[in-house]
């Protein structure tokens, strides 16, 4: 489940930010692995087994309802959403929306800082 979000968000987007209007690039896996593999003066193969290695670690570690912590940069977490009642934007019908587990991510503070 996390690979496939992660896929999602590093998916190559290019849309405008509605406050700002500024355009908003997404980086997306291909991208990330070139640019770890430059940094890192690793193959791109190599950049790419590390960053699939991470993903599933990542995800295991988050399955079994650990946390991963990356000093610095964030961590990642699961956390419990509660049933809730929602309307079916179609016909406006209330919905029982089911409870489930949720990743969570929350920036450390030198990626917040890096980011302001």
Do not use: H
């Not at 690793?42 to 087994?49: E, F, G, I, V």
């Not at 049933?83 to 919905?95: F, L, Y």
Request: hydrophobic letters at 40%; glycine letters at 6%; aromatic letters at 6%.
């Amino acid at each position: 489940m996390l690979k496939c979000r992660i896929t999602l968000y590093l998916q190559r987007i290019v849309t405008f930010n509605s406050l700002t209007q500024k355009k908003i690039t997404i980086m997306n896996k291909a991208q990330l692995v070139d640019a770890i593999a430059k940094d890192a003066k690793l193959s791109k193969a190599d950049a790419k087994k590390a960053l699939d290695s991470f993903v599933t670690t990542t995800a295991a570690a988050l399955k079994k309802g650990d946390r991963v912590a990356l000093i610095g940069f964030g961590s990642f977490s699961v956390t419990k959403r509660t049933a809730r009642t929602g309307r079916n934007p179609q016909t406006g019908k209330e919905i029982t929306i089911p409870a489930k587990n949720v990743v969570r991510f929350k920036a450390g503070s030198d990626l917040s800082g890096t980011v302001k």
